[in-house]
Structure formats: structure tokens, C-alpha cells
């Protein structure tokens, strides 16, 4: 019994900081469960939302856990610019420390950034092609469980059993059991590999929606460009993420059952590890950056009332872009050996991005050039995405100067070239989707005026955090020390930069004010097309209903809605259009599928193995009994749909 | 228009201050990746250099470009800028915006790779100084092989001279990086990379860890002496007769888990090292028990 308690409260999650967030867990789940009780909503909760398959209430529940990751990853943010303000501070130990920026960028990069693309996919995609949901409704619901009860187990790891402290790349041999006894590890492999089984099906899912689900007319050509770039970035998952699932599955191996792929005692090879790692590390750089090129596609169309600029050449650079992923990942360790020749090669195919990179931030200039631009928050993140970008950008080619990455390579100069194009690139878009989409997401817009108030904070606190972050690389500072001495001149720009971390976790607390605040004085969307959109989701009342279009549209130009619009038509339906709708019901089997691997997950981490192995046969018994499943589908009849479209007045006549 | 002036300088004030502020307290001493003290730390700041200036002139024409475009086509009341809401495309337009980073990327990779080929070679004229490096938890182990001396957290090299640093770990793997006299390479245990340095002047310089290690990791700091011939003959005189010999306990010592001070030995064991960069006969290490 000790033993249990000692393996599952070790002293690093009984420090007073832990203990701190165990009782806000404890209260705060308590509060939920209160009032779920209170105002009897369970039924409402697993009816609507835990056994749905609806695409959109799937893209909500996303975001919901991406805004809790961006929470977390942005407390742990905090919590080391803290530790690093002043010299020789005791803030934080270095065990803390190396835990805190471990869960730092492990959860802003897979539990922040990939549930919050995956949010807009389900929200976006099904809409703008003029599809009634996904291709595989159910299999998308088991993503996301799968993708919840691993963010569940990862987050749990510093309160049960302990963090993990070997930083987000989890490098071997630091991993090997020798250097890093203790569970942490384990929650980290475990947890990712659950997800990334729900991330492959996300991308074989919204690969079939996009090329067999499209509205009759819509050629690829004629796809609105964040369809294409969600295309492209659901081939990038497929052929990527299996890469870092077996380097995540041998680590597992070596650490869980003996084996030696990466331990050195007995002829491991820990740069095999490195390798794996990064050939599905620096695509995934552009699984994030692709979607939030193409939102700001969307966005800096709309809002300069203009088509985009350039469309061929916009799908002709992610396709670029996508192909030259595959072929850089050695750029991440330069400075491993591998000869002038290697280093070469992957030093002049990285500056190759940077060519259809160019041509599309150019595209995005001359979308603008001739229209009228319209300062919405969300015309905003794009305007500082692309002098943002463009300099992390610069400092990206810089670091494929390989002799000049010698002395860049895990320096601040590449903590704050990676934040530039991740925040600056991928968040910035996110924001800028988060606030396009928000009415068709609730049916109401969010406050414009607190919205700007965010977005400022956010912006100047970013170049405030980052900037001197370039200076102290060429001052010699590299990452994940802890603590550094008086005298080699790191203090100031270390201050000024923490101060921007709190100035960017200032906006954040506006943006969370701000959505509560916009619920509770709700300005409604009655239109469904408050941007004056040019997309077909725009054609639809915000909310979509359930089966999202009542009659199918017809597509004859790229920009659809725009066009209609342009001939006079309304997205009204004629009655007689109207036929009995076939939608997929809701199912219990993906959530129970999670909670399945959440329990062998749990049993993997601490080596207990018939919990394990229940856990598994669980699995197995869920995925067969998808065998019998007869039922799996209900229809909507016609007159149903009449009601529903004439109580939002969209009938003709 | 007055208004609209004033909302743009609300913005435009705290910016100029932080910027001010930025500038001011980043001048100083302390910039060593741009301080150079040896020819392999200059090549790598001269090509830094040349991107930065490329770099330079890319992001200040999209900048001006951006502001141009954001300000002639905001939307206002009255705006006399045009409006054509279907141009979309330009042939010539778009090869020149496809032939711009073509170019930069050429006049960069032309470089990037002459001088990723030269500087992995050593300079042909002078016998190189070898100095044997090892990474441990937390410390880093100097042994030369070739006087038979061996130090800990700190080195003298000659200046003028090229030094050849064989590299490894008994640790999970660190980078060596003296900013000052060039760029970093890894420590990986079971294997020996090869990095060149060399000392053009006189100086102490500052080296450090640059890929994490563990619990320790902060404190993998050592100091490179950089001294004439002639100082650095009498150092070695006095390190063979001054200092102590390195045992095998005193090895074992080294390798176990802390951070240790600034030592010198006059001889080392042998084996402690390997000796090819295959067939790792590492023997009293982390990773081998000593016999």
C-alpha cells in the first residue's frame, strides 16, 4: 500500500505548487459537477455532446480543450519567464524547471495547436464544400475521444505520479531508464501515441471528405483555399505522424520492456531516435502552419472585398511546401556530424520553402493592393501575421546558413525564431480564424471592441518577449538552463522579456473575458453572413441546423457564395427542394473507446499489466462490436426540414 | 482625419519607448556570437552577416510594400484609392515576385555550402593541438592525448595554433560550444565527432552546453584560456609537475552524477577515451562498468 502511494505521489507532485493545483482540480471539477447536477444537464451532456458525431458540436468540444492547453502551456510559459527574470533566481528548482518547460511545449504543440486546427477543420470544412457532415462521422468522434482522454492522461501527469522532464523532443539517451527513472516519460509516450492514433484518422478522414464530399460543380480548382490547405496538411499527417509514432513506440519499448533500439549500454542508437523524431517534427511544423495559411486566405479575402490574388500560384506553394517538408528534418541537428555534404544538401532544400513561402506572403499583399480593407479583429491578427512572419521567416533562412547555425543551434536565437513563426504563424491564424468563425461556430459575434484590446496586448507583448530573446542567443544564453549568473550581461533583455510574457498573458485573460462577455450581452448573428462572406458556410444560418444544408448547392465559380450573391440569390430554399434527410446518429462507442484507452494508457504508465491488458480487450470488444452496428444512421423527414427552415426563414415564397 | 491621426500615435508611442528601451539595454559588452577571437568564429560571423544584410533587405521591401498597400487601401470615407474587386492575377507580376527569393536563395546557398565544405576541413598548414573532450554529468572532462595532461572545466590552447576537438559523452548527449572561437557541435555517447577551433588572440572565453542534459545541465560551464606558445608550454610544465595523476578512482569520480570545480591532472588512464569512432571500447564509464 505504501509502495502504491509512494509510486503514485512521489515528492515532485507534493510540492506546495502541485498541492495548490491539486485543490483548484479538485474544486473546480466539483463545481462543474454541482452544477451539471443542479441544473440537470447530464442527459443533455452525454445526449448532445459526449455520443454526438456532429461535426460541428465535435470542432467546439476541440476548441474547448485547446483554449484549456493554451491555459496550461501558457501558465508553464509564464511560470519560466518568471524563474528567468533576474539572475540566480530561486523561483523554481531545476527539476520543476526542466518539468515546466517539458509540458510546455509538449501541450502548446499537441494539445493546443493540433486540437485548435482540428477545431476549425470540423468547424470550416464540411460547410465551405457543401457537405452534410464528414466523411466518417463516427470515426471523426473517436479522434477526438481518443484525442481527449490522451489529454486527460498527459495532464495528469504532474499531479499523479509525476511530470515528464526530458523537454517536448524527448530525446533519447536522456529518456533511457537510468537517467530518467520514475513514470513521466511513460505519460508522454503513452499519451501521444493514444492521440496520434485519433490524428492519423483525422487526416485520412478529412482527406476522403474533401476529395469524394464536395458540392456537385466544385472542381478542386473551384475549393476555397482553406480547403486546400487542409487537404494538403491531412496528406501531411498521414505519411508524418507514423514516423513519430514508431519513435515514440520504441522509446516505450526500451523503457517499459528492455529493449535496446535507443539504449546506449547495448549498441542503441539515440540519433536514430533523433532522426525519426524530426522526420515527422518539421512536417508537423507545417501540419500547423499550412491551416493558418489558409485561413488567412479566407480572412484577407473577405475582408478586403476582393478575390484572392493568385489562386493557382496559393494551392501550386502548398503543394511546394508540402513535398519540401519531407525533405529538411536534418536542419534540426546540423551540428550532429553528419558531414559537409548532409549538411549541405539539407541547408539549401530549407532555404527552397522559403521560395513558395515568399510568393505566398506576396499573394496576400496584392490581395489587398485594390480592395478595401476593413480593420476587424480578424483582418487584425492577419495584418500582424505577415510582418511577423516575414522576420521569422528571415530568421529561419538564417538558420539554414548551416555554418551560421553552429552558433545558433539551441541558442535563444532559435527559441525566439521558432516562437516568431509558431506564434506569429500558427496562433496569430487561429485567433484569426477563432474570431471569423465564432458566429457560425454560437450564433453570435464576440466583442470587437475587447477583441482589439486582446489582440494589442497580445501582439506588442509577443515582439516584447521575443525580440531580446534573438539578442540573448548572440549573447551566448542557450535554452532550458534554469538559471544563469550575474555578468555576461543577460539580465535586462531577460526582464524586458518576461514582462512581455506577462503582457501576452494579459490578452489572453481579455480574450477569456471577453467570450464571457459576448455571451452574456450576445450581439445575435440573424444574417449567418456578418463578414459579408464570399464562402459557402456564409450561406448557411449561424448556427448551421443538424444536416447543415437542406438542399445541396449547386457551385459554379471559386468564392460560391460571393457569386450567388453577386446574381441576387439568397441561400433561401425552395419547399419542394426539400427531401428526407439521411444523418448519422450518435453514438456512445467513441467515448467509450477513449475512456478504453485511457484505462490501458493509465495501466501502461505505471507497468500495472492487467489494467493494461483490460484496457485493451475493451478496445478490442468496442471496435467489434462496430461490426454489428446496424443502426448507425436516421432519417430526417421532409417536413421536419420545412419546419426547421421556415422557423429561420429561409424558405422561398 | 485629426482623430484618426491621434488613434494611430496612441499606439506609435509605447512602441518607440520599447524599442528605446530594447536598444539601450541590449548594447553592451556581451554580443560573443558577433565577437569573434579566432578565423573559424569569423568565417561563420561573415556568412551571418551576409544573411542578415539579404535577410535584411527582404524584410524591409515586404515591410514598405505592406504599409503602402495597408494604408492606400484601408477602408475610409471618401477613399480615392482604386477598388477592383476582381483583379486576381498578373503574369509578369508574379514571376517577379517568384524570380525575387529565387535570386536571394541562389546568392545565399552559394556560400552557405563553400563554407560548409571549408570549415569542415582542418587548415592544412599546422599540426593540430588534439584535445580529447567528454561530456559527464555535469561536467566536462579535457584530456590531450598527445601531452598526456587532462583537465576539468577548463582548457589552455595556444594561439595561432588549430585545435582539433575529438568529442563524445559518457552522459546523455550535450553540445560543446565556445561561441567566441566558433560553432557548436553535439557529445553523443558512442560515438566521436571531430570539431576544428582555433585561438587568433589572447583571451578567456566562455563555453558552454547548448543541448539539455538533465538536472545539472545549467552548470556545464567551462573556460577556454586562450595563450601564447610559449605561456602555454609553461602551463603544461606546470600541470605535469604540479598536479596529481588521475586514477581510475579518481575517474570514476568524475563520471558519477554532480558538478565538480575547475581540476588538472598530469596524466590520465588509459582506455578512458576511445579511439575510433566505431568498436566503442569505453571502459569505466556510465555506459560500461569499469572491470
Known amino acids: ?86 539572475p540566480n533566481n530561486t523561483f523554481l528548482g531545476p527539476e520543476h524547471y526542466n518539468e515546466i518547460f517539458t509540458t510546455h511545449g509538449t501541450i502548446m504543440v499537441f494539445f493546443m495547436a493540433m486540437p485548435f486546427i482540428f477545431a476549425l477543420f470540423n468547424i470550416a470544412v464540411p460547410l465551405m464544400i457543401g457537405a452534410r457532415d464528414v466523411a466518417f462521422p463516427k470515426l471523426n468522434a473517436i479522434s477526438f475521444w481518443l484525442f481527449a482522454f490522451a489529454f486527460v492522461l498527459f495532464n495528469m501527469s504532474f499531479v499523479v505520479g509525476g511530470s515528464p522532464n526530458a523537454g ?75 514516423a513519430l509514432t514508431v519513435a515514440l513506440a520504441l522509446t516505450m519499448l526500451d523503457r517499459l520492456f528492455g529493449t535496446s533500439f535507443f539504449t546506449i549500454a547495448h549498441g542503441g542508437m539515440p540519433m536514430m531516435y533523433v532522426n525519426l523524431f524530426w522526420i515527422w517534427g518539421h512536417p508537423e511544423v507545417y501540419i500547423l502552419a499550412l491551416p493558418a495559411f489558409g485561413i488567412f486566405s479566407e480572412v484577407v479575402a473577405t475582408f478586403s472585398r476582393k478575390r484572392l490574388f493568385g489562386y493557382p500560384a496559393m494551392v501550386g506553394s502548398l503543394i511546394a511546401i508540402s513535398l519540401l517538408s519531407y525533405g529538411v528534418w536534418v536542419h534540426h541537428f546540423f551540428t550532429m556530424g553528419a558531414g559537409a555534404a548532409v549538411n549541405a544538401f539539407f541547408g539549401v532544400s530549407t532555404m527552397l520553402i522559403a521560395i513558395p513561402t515568399g510568393v505566398k506572403i506576396f499573394n496576400w499583399i496584392f490581395t489587398m493592393w485594390g480592395g478595401r480593407i476593413r480593420m476587424t479583429v480578424a483582418m487584425l491578427w492577419q495584418l500582424a501575421f505577415i510582418p511577423t512572419f516575414v522576420i521569422g521567416g528571415a530568421t529561419g533562412v538564417m538558420l539554414a546558413v548551416v555554418p551560421g547555425d553552429y552558433q545558433f543551434h539551441n541558442s535563444y536565437f532559435l527559441v525566439a525564431h521558432f516562437h516568431n513563426v509558431l506564434i506569429g504563424g500558427v496562433v496569430f491564424g487561429l485567433f484569426s480564424g477563432l474570431y471569423y468563425w465564432w458566429p457560425k461556430m454560437f450564433g453570435y459575434l464576440l466583442s470587437e471592441r475587447q477583441g482589439k484590446w486582446a489582440f494589442w496586448f497580445f501582439l506588442i507583448g509577443f515582439w516584447v518577449t521575443f525580440f531580446p530573446q534573438y539578442l540573448l542567443g548572440l549573447k551566448g544564453m542557450t535554452r532550458r538552463i534554469y538559471i544563469y549568473p550575474h555578468g555576461l550581461g ?49 450561406s448557411l444560418p449561424s448556427p448551421a441546423p443538424e444536416y447543415n444544408f437542406a438542399v445541396l448547392p449547386e457551385v459554379t465559380e471559386r468564392d460560391a457564395w460571393w457569386e450567388m450573391k453577386q446574381e441576387g440569390r439568397s441561400g433561401k430554399v425552395r419547399a419542394e427542394d426539400i427531401g428526407a434527410i439521411r444523418m448519422p446518429r450518435n453514438t456512445p462507442v467513441p467515448f467509450l473507446l477513449g475512456m478504453s484507452f485511457f484505462v490501458a494508457g493509465i495501466g501502461a504508465v505505471f507497468s500495472w499489466w492487467p489494467i493494461a491488458i483490460a ?34 426563414g429561409r424558405l422561398e415564397g | 482625419m485629426r482623430r484618426h491621426r491621434s488613434r494611430w500615435f496612441r499606439f506609435l508611442l509605447p512602441l518607440t519607448v520599447v524599442a528605446a528601451g530594447l536598444l539601450t539595454a541590449g548594447c553592451g559588452q556581451h554580443y560573443v556570437v558577433l565577437d569573434p577571437a579566432g578565423p573559424v568564429a569569423r568565417s561563420e560571423l561573415h556568412l551571418i552577416e551576409t544573411a542578415s544584410v539579404a535577410m535584411g533587405i527582404v524584410i524591409l521591401f515586404v515591410l514598405v510594400l505592406f504599409a503602402v498597400t495597408l494604408y492606400r487601401f484601408r477602408e475610409k470615407p471618401g477613399s480615392r484609392a482604386p477598388y477592383l474587386p476582381l483583379w486576381h492575377s498578373s503574369r509578369l507580376l ?46 566536462w572532462l579535457f584530456q590531450y592525448p598527445q601531452q598526456g595532461v587532462a583537465t576539468v572545466n577548463y582548457i589552455d590552447v595556444p594561439v595561432g595554433v588549430p585545435v582539433l576537438f575529438e568529442l563524445t559523452a559518457n552522459s546523455p548527449m550535450n553540445t560543446f560550444w565556445v561561441p567566441q572561437l566558433g560553432g557548436m ?25 547548448a543541448n539539455f542534459s538533465g538536472r545539472g545541465f545549467a552548470h556545464m560551464v567551462f573556460h577556454v584560456h586562450a595563450v601564447p606558445e610559449a605561456s602555454f608550454v609553461h602551463w603544461l610544465q606546470t600541470v605535469r609537475q604540479g598536479s596529481p595523476a588521475m586514477t581510475m578512482q579518481d575517474y570514476r569520480h568524475l563520471i558519477a552524477v554532480g558538478t565538480a570545480p575547475e581540476q588538472s591532472f598530469s596524466s590520465y588512464p588509459a582506455d578512458t577515451f576511445p579511439t575510433a569512432t566505431h568498436g566503442f571500447t569505453l571502459q569505466g564509464g556510465m555506459y560500461m562498468e569499469p572491470n
Do not use: C
Request: glycine share 8%; net charge neutral; no cysteine.
Open chain 1, 490 to 538: 543577460w539580465s535586462p533583455l531577460n526582464l524586458i522579456s518576461t514582462l512581455g510574457a506577462y503582457a501576452m498573458g494579459i490578452g489572453f485573460v481579455i480574450l477569456v473575458y471577453s467570450v464571457v462577455y459576448s455571451w452574456r450581452h450576445r450581439e445575435p448573428d440573424l444574417t449567418g453572413d456578418p463578414w459579408d462572406g464570399r464562402t459557402l458556410e456564409w
Open chain 2, 185 to 209: 557541435e553535439y557529445t553523443m555517447p558512442g560515438r566521436v565527432l571531430p570539431l576544428y577551433l582555433q585561438a587568433g588572440k589572447a583571451g578567456v572565453y566562455r563555453g558552454n552546453s
Open chain 2, 94 to 139: 508574379e514571376f517577379v515576385l517568384f524570380a525575387v527569393p529565387v535570386l536571394i536563395v541562389i546568392i545565399l546557398a552559394v556560400p552557405t555550402v563553400q563554407q560548409t565544405f571549408a570549415l569542415d576541413r582542418l587548415p592544412p598548414a599546422k599540426h593540430p593541438l588534439v584535445i580529447d573532450v567528454t561530456s559527464l554529468d555535469y561536467k
Open chain 1, 615 to 648: 484496457g485493451m480487450l475493451f478496445v478490442i470488444a468496442l471496435l467489434v462490436s462496430g461490426w454489428f452496428e446496424e443502426h448507425d444512421h436516421h432519417d430526417i423527414p421532409a417536413e421536419e426540414i420545412r419546419r426547421t427552415e421556415a422557423a429561420l
Open chain 1, 168 to 242: 517536448w523532443t524527448a530525446y533519447a539517451p536522456l529518456t533511457e531508464l537510468r537517467f530518467n527513472p520514475g513514470v513521466g516519460e511513460n505519460y508522454y509516450l503513452i499519451a501521444l501515441q493514444i492521440s496520434g492514433i485519433g490524428t492519423i484518422a483525422t487526416g485520412v478522414n478529412f482527406l476522403v471528405t474533401i476529395l469524394r464530399m464536395r458540392a456537385k460543380g466544385m472542381t478542386l480548382m473551384k475549393m476555397p483555399l482553406f480547403v486546400w490547405s487542409v487537404l494538403i496538411t491531412s496528406s501531411l499527417v498521414i505519411f508524418a505522424f507514423p
Open chain 1, 1 to 86: 500500500m505504501s509502495h502504491l502511494l509512494a509510486q503514485l505521489f512521489p515528492p515532485s507532485v507534493l510540492r506546495p505548487m502541485e498541492l495548490g493545483a491539486d485543490a483548484s482540480i479538485l474544486l473546480g471539477g466539483l463545481g462543474i459537477v454541482l452544477l451539471l447536477t443542479r441544473l440537470r444537464r447530464w442527459g443533455w451532456l452525454w445526449r448532445e455532446w459526449i455520443t454526438t458525431v456532429d461535426h460541428k458540436k465535435i470542432g467546439i468540444m476541440y476548441l474547448i480543450f485547446a483554449m484549456v492547453g493554451l491555459f496550461r502551456g501558457g501558465l508553464d510559459a509564464v511560470m519560466l519567464r518568471t524563474q528567468l527574470a533576474i
